[in-house]
Nanobody
Framework: QVQLVESGGGLVQAGGSLRLSCVAP????????MGWYRQAPGKQRELVAR???????TYADSVKGRFTISRDNAKNTVYLQMDSLEPEDTGNYYC?????????WGQGTQVTVSS
């Protein structure tokens, strides 16, 4: 069973920063895009940022200019640097990738931003 393992969540005040990490098995990571999603209480899971296998990035409008997604192919790790955090960024953050028709998700890491 493929496991994506996230880390780096926590409690931070508005305006602060966090960096999330997600480690994936090499056979999955190296050839596939990686994404970060989040889910706030009572809301649907939404895409936050995505990075292709060759480094092309896309972001949700709500995080553009504040969040940066990156990947380290040597470490099979994708990062999400989150700056200028807002209370609206609170939620459980999930790492995601797909291989063929199979989707893979991590267990999630909680981010809480206090006002």
């Amino acid at each position: 069973q493929v496991q994506l393992v996230e880390s780096g969540g926590g409690l931070v005040q508005a305006g602060g920063s966090l960096r999330l990490s997600c480690v994936a098995p090499g056979r999955i990571f190296s050839n596939n895009a990686m994404g970060w999603y989040r889910q706030a209480p009572g809301k649907q899971r939404e895409l936050v940022a995505r990075i292709s296998s060759n480094g092309r990035t896309t972001y949700a409008d709500s995080v553009k200019g504040r969040f940066t997604i990156s990947r380290d192919n040597a470490k099979n790790t994708v990062y999400l640097q989150m700056d200028s955090l807002e209370p609206e960024d609170t939620g459980n953050y999930y790492c995601n990738t797909a291989s063929g028709t199979t989707l893979y998700w991590g267990q999630g890491t909680q981010v809480t931003v206090s006002s």
